[in-house]
């Protein structure tokens, strides 16, 4: 489905409605305060995620014990 230009004016004309001419500048700036401090906190904080541990070193099998008769 695409979204043609009536749609989004549709979109537009609701919104406004909804949120009134006046409180839509001051939502959108608050969305990209929100933005902002995403990126500005993605890019400081270090990974969180923990480094896998390493692998146990393969040995390999030994062949199966024979006693001599």
């Not at 409180?23 to 933005?35: A, F, S, V």
């Given at each position: ?38 990126k ?30």
């Amino acid at each position: 489905m695409e979204l043609s230009p009536m749609h989004l004016l549709l979109i537009l004309i609701i919104v406004v409605i909804l949120f009134g001419g006046k409180r839509i500048p001051e939502l959108m700036r608050g969305l990209g305060t929100g933005i902002k401090e995403f990126k500005a906190g993605m890019r400081d904080e270090p990974s969180t995620t923990p480094a896998p541990p390493p692998a146990p070193p393969v040995t390999p099998p030994t062949p199966p014990y024979e006693e001599k008769k």
